[in-house]
């Protein structure tokens, strides 16, 4: 059974930083794109990173970049999000997810979510 | 980035009648690989989304054939012809032609 679970999330002040992770395990995490995911409370969805399974290459929406990194850590099945410079725009709860084989084609699983609150 | 234009945003539907929900993008998404990488997503209230259509039309395992999608370019539909109770949460299409992939605003779906 294919498992992501999320943690670091928290309450933090503008101008904050959180780390995020992401544990995964029930698939050959080194061979799957991985992307975060974030939905604001009662909002839609919107893909903030995406990295390809040998941790090279990543792609981040144009709100985060600059201020995210995306990097994973296969030997450790471990997915992570640093996020730098947060803002209200931020708050959200984040999602890691496990793309396609062809990450065009969407994720496939998303775990339940870690929820960043950006406030002072 | 590519902006993905959902309507209506919201959609009343009697039980076992037809529903259709419009998608539409500013830039074509016909990747380089000559694929169109239009994906639709179903979220229920308080669960996860989950895939039920990629690259226009082809179905993922388990959906029901009452689920299609059609379309090509910039013009995309998602058609349920008979509604039933479980199809009710939010529809969302999703762009993966021009990466990072991007996501309609989401119809909301519920019986009248």
């Known amino acids: 059974e294919v498992q992501l679970v999320e943690s670091g999330g928290g309450l933090i002040q503008p101008g904050g930083s959180l780390r995020l992770s992401c544990a995964a395990s029930?698939?050959?995490?080194?061979?799957?794109?991985m992307s975060w995911v974030r939905q604001a409370p009662g909002k839609g969805l919107e893909y903030v990173a995406n990295i390809n399974p040998g941790g090279y290459e990543t792609y981040y929406v144009d709100s985060v970049k600059g201020r995210f990194t995306i990097s994973r850590d296969n030997a450790k099945n471990s997915l992570y999000l640093q996020m730098n410079s947060l803002g209200a725009e931020d708050t959200a709860v984040y999602h890691c997810a496990r793309d396609s084989q062809q990450p065009r084609d969407g994720f496939v699983y998303r775990g339940q979510g870690t929820l960043v609150t950006v406030s002072s | 980035d590519v902006v993905m234009t959902q309507s209506p945003l919201s959609l009343p539907v009697t039980l076992g009648q037809p529903a259709s929900i419009s998608c539409r993008s500013n830039?074509?998404?016909?990747?380089?690989?000559?694929?169109?990488?239009l994906n639709w997503f179903h979220q229920r209230p308080g669960q996860s989304p989950r895939r039920l259509i990629y690259?226009?039309?082809t179905r993922d395992s388990g959906v029901p054939d009452r689920f299609s999608g059609s379309g090509s370019g910039t013009d995309f539909t998602l058609k349920i012809s008979r509604v039933e109770a479980e199809d009710v949460g939010v529809y969302y299409c999703?762009?993966?032609?021009?990466?990072?992939?991007?996501f309609g605003q989401g119809t909301k779906v519920e019986i009248k």
């Open positions: 029930g698939f050959t995490f080194s061979n799957n794109w």
């Open positions: 830039q074509n998404l016909v990747y380089v690989d000559g694929n169109t990488y």
């Open positions: 999703m762009q993966g032609g021009h990466w990072l992939g991007t």
């Open positions: 690259r226009v039309s």
